[in-house]
């Protein structure tokens, strides 16, 4: 089965995974499940999130970093720790509030890039990056500064000399 994006404008698809999908680091199993999600956002890789429950190692308790995505919502994220005790920083994030746009994911577990040396989806094929026709400083700050934001709290009010019409004063 081929699963692919949207491709037209800013968007986020998300799609459940049909199978066994199983995540490993070398010969270790960080997950596996049959109930995997990927999500497609335009601009970014495609990423497999999986239950909670289906995932094999142990994780710490959140930890203090926090990001945000003015789509999905705030990420927060735990540290994988392998059978031999070492410790990977900040491997996996998650959304427990998700926005509306990313409910699909709520609670599921995305690996952060490297820390899986496979991702294994069976018969299902995981389209490409879908780039979609949205471009310009706004949406590039949108999809890349504002995940330097910790909260949606921490966003700056705005200035009435930084809108261009009197509707967002």
């Given at each position: 089965?081929?699963?692919?994006?949207p491709?037209?404008?800013?968007?986020?698809?998300?799609?459940?995974?049909?199978?066994?999908?199983?995540?490993?680091?070398?010969?270790?199993?960080l997950?596996?499940?049959?109930?995997?999600?990927v999500m497609?956002?335009?601009?970014?890789p495609?990423?497999?999130?999986?239950?909670?429950?289906d995932?094999?190692?142990?994780?710490?308790?959140?930890?203090?970093?926090?990001?945000?995505?003015p789509?999905?919502?705030?990420?927060?994220?735990?540290?994988?720790?392998?059978?031999?005790?070492?410790?990977?920083?900040?491997?996996?994030?998650?959304?427990?509030?998700?926005?509306?746009?990313?409910?699909?994911?709520r609670?599921?577990?995305?690996?952060?890039?490297?820390?899986?040396?496979?991702?294994?989806?069976?018969?299902?094929?995981?389209?490409?990056?879908?780039t979609?026709?949205i471009?310009?400083p706004l949406?590039?700050?949108?999809?890349?500064?504002?995940?330097?934001?910790?909260?949606?709290?921490?966003?700056?009010?705005?200035?009435?000399?930084?809108?261009?019409?009197?509707?967002?004063?």
């Amino acid at each position: 089965m081929n699963l692919h994006a949207p491709t037209d404008a800013y968007s986020i698809d998300i799609q459940p995974l049909p199978g066994q999908v199983v995540a490993r680091r070398g010969d270790i199993v960080l997950a596996a499940s049959t109930r995997a999600r990927v999500m497609y956002e335009t601009r970014l890789p495609p990423t497999v999130y999986f239950p909670p429950e289906d995932v094999r190692v142990e994780l710490s308790e959140p930890t203090e970093l926090q990001t945000f995505c003015p789509f999905k919502g705030t990420a927060s994220y735990r540290d994988v720790i392998l059978p031999d005790g070492a410790r990977l920083k900040n491997a996996v994030w998650s959304y427990e509030d998700a926005l509306p746009e990313a409910a699909g994911i709520r609670g599921h577990l995305g690996f952060m890039p490297g820390v899986c040396t496979n991702i294994d989806t069976g018969d299902a094929t995981i389209g490409g990056t879908t780039t979609g026709n949205i471009s310009g400083p706004l949406a590039d700050w949108l999809l890349a500064d504002a995940a330097r934001i910790g909260t949606p709290e921490d966003l700056p009010a705005p200035s009435p000399t930084s809108c261009a019409n009197r509707a967002c004063r």
